[in-house]
């Protein structure tokens, strides 16, 4: 299992940015995937899943900001972030949950300035 995710940046506060993840080695389609950030200092969290059927569910801190899709065609997952607030700062990572807690990959920084 690779899950590479991509995108990230340094921005400004109100700025937007486009994460990409693309996953190989399972069989992508059939699977929830979730976009989890982990802060400077504190613990990795879920702010974003969607299932294998398209729905979606967020954090109450980025709901109305953020955006996750998927392209089950090309083995991607993305995350639109827009109005980006400091907060918002950590490394991203896209994993696909239970089962999957052992793949991570190199995740993307997020690094949005006030």
């Known amino acids: 299992v690779q899950l590479q995710a991509s995108g990230g940046g340094l921005v400004q506060a109100g700025g937007s940015l486009r994460l990409s993840c693309a996953a190989s080695?399972?069989?992508?389609?059939?699977?929830?995937m979730g976009w989890y950030r982990q802060a400077p200092g504190k613990q990795r969290e879920l702010v974003a899943a969607?299932?294998?059927?398209?729905?979606?569910n967020y954090v109450d801190s980025v709901k109305g900001r953020f955006t996750i899709s998927r392209d089950n065609a090309k083995n991607t997952v993305y995350l639109q972030m827009n109005s980006l607030k400091p907060e918002d700062t950590g490394v991203y990572y896209c994993?696909?949950?239970?089962?999957?807690?052992?793949?991570w990959g190199q995740g993307t920084q997020v690094t949005v300035s006030s």
């Open positions: 994993n696909p949950g239970l089962g999957f807690e052992n793949y």
């Open positions: 080695g399972y069989i992508f389609s059939i699977h929830r």
């Open positions: 969607i299932t294998s059927g398209g729905s979606t």
